[in-house]
């Protein structure tokens, strides 16, 4: 379960990532700054879902030997 949310958490973040170097060079951005504006929405994106993920109690919890 939890590799299959973090692959989900990988992937929308991809998304999020083209989405937004695409919109910064189409406002005149040259492609190397687009391609550092969608890393950064790559990374912060990819950070709130595991923060997200985390808080919920749906990553980061290994189960206790007799669980």
Do not use: K, N
């Amino acid at each position: 379960m939890q590799v299959l949310l973090t692959l989900l958490s990988f992937v929308s973040s991809l998304l999020v990532a083209v989405v937004a170097g695409v919109l910064s060079h189409v406002t005149g951005a040259r492609v190397a700054g687009a391609l550092l504006y969608g890393g950064g929405a790559f990374i912060g994106w990819m950070t709130l879902c595991v923060i997200v993920l985390t808080a919920l109690g749906l990553l980061g919890h290994h189960g206790q030997p007799g669980e």
